[in-house]
């Protein structure tokens, strides 16, 4: 199993970026997909998941109405469209799923919201 996650950067605040997560090595489009950031010296937290069919999301609740989940099961991609980025936002953004019921992470993408 292997994720990797890209799009990370720097952003002013009130910018967009669009995360992506290329995933490979299990059955993409049968597992949900999940979104989680770390901040520094804070714990991993949860941002997203959606469904293995992509009907269903979940957001948390610091992101809601900000930020949006959706993939795309021919490219075994998922992604995350963050929008009005908040400093708080800043974090390292890590994909994850558990084929099998082990937790697989990528290696995160950094996600900067700066003046």
């Known amino acids: 199993v292997q994720l990797v996650e890209s799009g990370g950067g720097l952003v002013q605040p009130g910018g967009s970026l669009r995360l992506s997560c290329a995933a490979s090595g299990f059955t993409f489009s049968s597992y949900i997909m999940r979104w989680y950031r770390q901040a520094p010296g804070k714990e991993r937290e949860s941002v997203a998941n959606?469904?293995?069919?992509?009907?269903?999301?979940y957001y948390a609740d610091a992101v809601k109405d900000r930020f949006t989940i959706s993939r795309d099961n021919a490219k075994n991609t998922v992604y995350l469209q963050m929008n009005g980025l908040k400093p708080e936002d800043t974090a390292v953004y890590y994909c994850?799923?558990?084929?099998?019921?082990?937790?697989?992470w990528g290696k995160g993408t950094l996600v900067t919201v700066s003046s």
């Open positions: 959606i469904t293995s069919g992509g009907s269903g999301t």
């Open positions: 994850n799923s558990r084929p099998g019921g082990i937790h697989y």
